[in-house]
Nanobody
């Protein structure tokens, strides 16, 4: 299984960014998918996830109403759409997938991880 994140970069406060995580070696149709982030000096935190059984996504309070997660089945990818970005959103963002994580999908270990992509929010 290989996961490759793209779309990171520098954005001004209030801006938007779209991250994509392309998967190979696995069909994401039946996998839980999640985005995590880790800011400098802080622990990794789970941001958003969709359980393997599908249905509604789960979001951390810090990103509710600003970030969304979706599966792009045609591309076998996971998308993180971010809006109203703030400096506190600056972090390395990682996608992760797992076939066994059901609902709710927060707080569970994920087997497969991407290498991460840097998102920096700064004037």
């Amino acid at each position: 299984v290989r996961l490759v994140e793209t779309g990171g970069g520098l954005v001004q406060p209030g801006g938007s960014l779209r991250l994509s995580c392309a998967a190979s070696g696995v069909s994401l149709d039946f996998y839980a998918v999640a985005w995590f982030r880790q800011a400098p000096g802080k622990e990794r935190e789970e941001v958003l996830c969709i359980p393997a059984t599908g249905g509604s996504s789960y979001a951390a309070d810090a990103v509710k109403g600003r970030f969304s997660i979706s599966k792009d089945n045609a591309q076998n990818a996971v998308v993180l759409q971010m809006a109203s970005l703030q400096p506190d959103d600056t972090a390395v963002y990682y996608c992760a997938v797992d076939p066994m994580v059901g609902a709710p999908c927060f707080g569970y270990p994920y087997d497969y991880w991407g290498q991460g992509t840097q998102v920096t929010v700064s004037p």
